[in-house]
Nanobody, 123 residues
């Protein structure tokens, strides 16, 4: 049973930094793509950042240069470093897994989701 558990959410002032983590377990084939999504109140869920099985990363235009997605060597933990936060970054952030190993921000189609973690940025 695949499990994705996010942590690290919270409140931060605009301009500050925050790091999210996602513990991934319950599967043996690590040739997958992982990503972060977010959903603000009244908005659709949107992709934020994706990393494929070879470590190739892709980002939404709104976060390029501010957010960095990474994995540990064993691919057990997915991270999202968020710098220069803006109030519009306020949302619930979700970790996601796509069995397709070469996904990009425009093509990722998650097969599994985490439960989400709230991130709030105040001005």
């Amino acid at each position: 049973q695949v499990q994705l558990v996010e942590s690290g959410g919270g409140s931060v002032q605009a301009g500050g930094s925050l790091r999210l983590s996602c513990a991934a377990s319950g599967y043996s084939d690590r040739s997958v793509s992982m990503g972060w999504f977010r959903q603000a109140p009244g908005n659709e869920r949107e992709g934020v950042a994706v990393i494929d099985t070879d470590g190739v990363t892709s980002y939404a235009d709104s976060v390029k240069g501010r957010f960095t997605i990474s994995q540990d060597n064993a691919k057990n933990t997915l991270n999202l470093q968020m710098n220069s936060r803006k109030p519009e970054d306020t949302a619930i952030y979700y970790c996601a897994l796509d069995w397709w190993s070469r996904a990009r921000i425009a093509t990722i189609t998650p097969d599994y989701w985490g439960q989400g973690t709230q991130v709030t940025v105040s001005s």
